[in-house]
């Protein structure tokens, strides 16, 4: 999860998570070499005694800054079109997990399983345990097995909302009456923490979405112990 | 951005608060491969011509092309490494799932070469 004051991204957990901070580092150093060439632009023109008030054309510098400019776009194009492609590659799900919105909570279908249903609210904070994390922990969590290919199905029951896990790279609309579909893999074990992010009412920054990551084998016995 | 963590658990040095050198892959050779550049276009600039101001000049292009050659050289060859140990783990992986089964592609081969002898 974040931490306080955090300003970059949360760690990946996922290989699309890890695709899009690469592709965040590499646009960030060609933006920071911009940043830093129009600075010393910037400060050369307010230190020059050179004056030149009669230009008339500039055919030399005009084609640098056009094809300079259009360089760099295809240097940021082309990695962002392969994390784009690579986005919707077509893998082969092991599990398909319903994940609805209402005001204000959640609830995860689990429909490989005979009624594995449950919804998810938030912990108040009068009843949060000591150690846990405010508005952020929540009641049933949603479990799934790592390294195994997952099939989201997002919807939503009254109003917009959306399912969103930064760690794992994942942010979906969930909208009434259309069924919306993500796939991701979560390569290691652990709790991952998002919020609802779409506007949808007096709670909308209170219904948080915590997702589970366990071995296959402890999943199967979740799964058989609450089912 | 890439790795970052609680704060202090690991050391960060963030150049100009933005750009976090030491657990960026390629960040630290490009900027200090970028340095080098400037100071030897600058300098080799200043030596040649003495003009102060040009070389400044100069320098900052220098500083900015050799970070950004390096840094995309270096990041296309790290992508193509990540692929490589992508498709090594889905083998490693896979060769564990299909050891001895029908699927299992070394099976095939031996029996290939079986049958070639």
Partial sequence: ?227 | MAGEGEPGSEKTFKLLGILDVQNIPCARESILYGSLGSLVVGLGHFLATSRVRRSFDFGMGGFVLTTLGCWIYCRYNHAKLRIQQRIIQEGMRNKILYESSDFDPERKQNSNRGSNS
Wanted: net charge negative; proline share 6%; hydrophobic share 45%.
């Fill in chain 1, 1 to 227: 999860m974040a931490h306080p004051l955090q300003l970059g991204f949360q760690d990946a957990m996922s290989p699309i998570m890890e695709e899009l901070l690469h592709f965040h580092d590499h646009t960030l150093m060609i933006v920071f070499m911009i940043s830093a060439m129009v600075l010393y632009i910037i400060m050369l023109m307010m230190t020059t005694k050179l004056t030149y008030t009669n230009t008339m054309n500039a055919q030399e510098v005009e084609m640098i800054w056009t094809i300079l400019p259009a360089i760099v776009l295809i240097t940021i194009a082309l990695p962002s079109l392969r994390v784009l492609y690579l986005m919707d590659e077509i893998n082969n799900p092991h599990l398909t997990i319903k994940a609805i919105g209402h005001q204000w909570y959640w609830t995860y279908e689990y429909t490989d399983y005979d009624n594995l249903e449950f919804d998810s609210y938030m912990i108040p904070t009068q009843d949060l345990p000591n150690g846990y994390f405010r508005l952020l922990e929540v009641d049933h969590r949603m479990m799934m097995p790592m390294e195994s290919p997952i099939r989201m199905l997002i919807s939503a029951e009254d109003v917009l909302h959306s399912w969103a896990v930064p760690s794992l790279g994942v942010k979906t609309d969930a909208v009434p009456g259309r069924l919306n579909q993500t796939t991701f893999i979560v390569t290691r074990p652990g709790v991952f923490y998002g919020q609802c992010s779409e506007i949808c009412g007096a709670n909308h920054s209170f219904m948080p979405i915590v997702v589970e990551s366990l071995p296959l084998q402890h999943f199967e016995n979740w799964s058989t112990m609450s089912s």
